[in-house]
């Protein structure tokens, strides 16, 4: 790629078709002009060369510099948005079916992220889906972690679901430190509607060899 704005424009455009087909009652001739005008670009596109993931994100400074195995926290403010990853499907811009995840720094040890998850998301009529809700927190741990200075790897996701996640609503979602033991990284996390939590999770990271969380 040469021209991300390009790709964050195309992405976004498939977004909007996306929620479409999800939501919007269409006629049958409609749902066909849509099926023959995609397959029409997918035959002209797909037989392009492939990009990898690693290369994208070694565009990005700031990711290339973590990834190269450097400990290189964010220097925000509260309340300063982060970028964790702009390929992901949690919030990233350049994803074609993004939920659309806002991430901020809250703290030095905690991050809030926000949305308003669309109907093509949910699972139970009118609620988020159980699992999109703990790809989100996953997420908001990573995003947590990245702009702590760390590349850390889930090792397990414990989630506990209190109520039902609204769709179409602002949800928020909290990440914060709970302990640090050498490479293991203790995170804790909940979602919220309007201060009624509707979910709650821990999870355990393993920070990089290179990126002991006890080395700086």
Known sequence: MTNWDALATAAAASRRLNRCLAETRLRDEETNEIATALDKLADKFVAGSQR?????????????????????????NPGDEIEFDPFSIAGGIFHPSSIGLKFFKESNESVLAVTSVHPMFAGPPERVHGGIQALIVDEVMGALNRMRGRQAFTAYLNVNYR???????????????????????FLKATGQESNKTFMDADGLFIAREDQNPDAN
Not at 165 to 185: H, Q, T, Y
Request: aromatic fraction near 6%; glycine fraction near 6%.
């Open 52 to 76: 990898d993931k690693l290369d994208d994100m070694l565009t990005r400074p700031h990711l290339a510099a973590i990834y190269n195995g450097k400990h290189t926290p964010l220097d925000l």
């Open 163 to 185: 109520g039902p996640a609204p769709l179409n609503v602002d949800l928020s979602f909290r990440a914060w430190v709970d302990k640090i033991e050498g490479r293991k990284v």
